[in-house]
């Protein structure tokens, strides 16, 4: 007989779940628990009960590794939620463009550890400095058509990120880096430019990841930029 298939087609799958939904089977039917035979290593014994206690052991080990992950993240956040408003409260105190750009750009490397970064604006500024890590092009979103898509989007984008777009933005350091965010800077519905976060780490930022924190910083730096009217 096909031991998948018990007497009238009923499979063990059915049994199973017939058990889970009459969980006092047992005290109906006390003579089963003698015969059932639960799972053992070779060459021991065990019963019923003990057989129960060590599953609730491990379900109770789970649970303890799972609660153990959430806090750390959880930690994590609440240090993530505070560089935020770090960066945002300096921002704040900044009385010139300049200054806001350079605090931007210093704060992401020394706050988020980051590897490269890179602020792409959209906007001619006599105020603006002159830095390896600024790209001005004034010419607006039409003058960066491998961009396009990524305006048109208007979300962060995570990963590897294609050859032509590592090469615009971060040059002879592009072989270099492994993974990146690209992140939308907005006054409104203006797009002002973007934000580049570089990483050696293959495995530092990716399609998958959430994108929470990455848009709190975008909002905040689009935000500390847009406050400084434009300068010819």
């Known amino acids: 007989m096909n031991d998948t298939v018990i007497k009238d087609g009923v499979t063990p799958a059915e049994i199973a ?91 992401l490397r020394e706050d988020f550890s980051t590897d490269f970064v890179r602020l792409v604006l959209l906007r001619a500024d006599a105020d603006l400095p002159a830095a390896d890590w600024l790209i001005v092009q004034p010419q607006g979103v039409a003058a960066l058509p491998e961009f396009a898509e990524f305006f048109n989007s208007g979300e962060a984008l995570c990963g590897r990120l294609q050859s032509e777009k590592l090469d615009f933005l971060f040059g002879a350091q592009a072989d270099d880096v492994r993974s990146s965010a690209l992140l939308p800077l907005n006054d409104g519905a203006a797009p002002l430019g973007m934000l580049a976060i570089g990483s050696g780490d293959t495995n530092r930022f990716h399609p998958g990841m959430g994108t929470l924190f990455l848009k709190l910083i975008a909002e905040t730096v689009s935000a500390g930029i847009a406050r400084f009217p434009a300068r010819g």
Do not use: C, W
Not at 36 to 51: D, V
Not at 61 to 87: F, K
């Open 17 to 107: 779940s017939y058990l889970r939904r009459h969980p006092a089977f047992l005290h109906d039917y006390p003579d089963l628990a003698l015969t059932l035979l639960p799972p053992r290593e070779e060459g021991k014994t065990t019963s019923l009960a003990s057989y129960q206690l060590d599953v609730l052991r491990d379900k109770n080990r789970e649970l303890g590794r799972r609660l153990t992950e959430l806090v750390n993240i959880a930690g994590e956040n609440e240090q993530l939620v505070q560089r935020v408003h770090a960066l945002n409260v300096s921002l704040m105190r900044e009385p010139t463009l300049a200054g806001s750009v350079r605090r931007i750009v210093a704060g």
